[in-house]
């Protein structure tokens, strides 16, 4: 039987709004165990959902035995990615806004984000003016997170004073890289700052530290592929795949 969401929210993010505004949107990607929530807490992935079969899908053979299943599949972030872009349009249309990409694994939900906001820029009587920088967090060795968090490109954004920002970033895990960069950047002195987040991973002691826009919120499993990687591998992945045990010990450093 699957578990009501809002339940699982709950337990899960007692404290998931004290830190962020959130906002609300509704979506659909199977008919076993995903279900959708508000706007702003995503489509729910919830912890007994199998994934995807591997041979559903074509994906690098170099690859083959690295991977448990697919957990989200290319087209359905592309799906998700457009309707993200479309909310953000609702509530920041008419103002100019500085994308700030955190890499590596951001680049390509950041990539495919401003072009959706973009096309629909292009396509409505609003329009969003956009500027990207980028920055890059690295916190993890090997599947662990650590506490030594390096924000490179990120010492001088004295550019950011006054100015609307858009954090985007692929996956949000105990919410404290994000806390770290929010305090970074807010010491600029930025106009107003949001935050996209593609994944946001249901983790022990998490913060509470929840995105305003969230793709999806996923089970306590190490993901890879779409950019997201293991010690720099799988980053060429199309789909979002759960990595095997196999997979890590091959590439352990």
Known sequence: MVPDPSEALHHHFPE??????????????????????????????????????????SYPAHYS??????????????????????????????????????????????????????????????????RVHFIRLKSYLNDQSTEDLHIVGAEDLSFLAGKNVLIVEAIVGTGKTMRTLLKHVQAFRPKMIKVAGLLVKRVPHSTGCVPDYVGFEIPNRFVVGYALDYNEYFRDLNHICVISESGKMKYKI
């Open 16 to 57: 998931r709004r004290a830190f962020f505004l959130c906002v609300s949107a509704e979506n659909n990607m199977a008919e076993v165990a995903v279900q959708s929530e508000r706007r702003s807490e995503g489509i729910v992935i919830n912890d007994d959902w199998p994934g995807y079969s591997l041979d559903l899908f």
């Open 65 to 130: 035995g690295d991977l448990d299943c697919v957990i989200i599949p290319h087209g359905v972030i592309m799906d998700r990615t457009e309707r993200l872009a479309r909310n953000i349009m609702d509530d920041l249309g008419d103002h100019d806004i500085v994308v700030l990409c955190v890499l590596k694994g951001g680049y390509q939900f950041c990539a495919d984000l401003v072009d959706r906001i973009k096309a629909l820029s292009c396509n409505s009587d609003r329009t969003i003016p956009m």
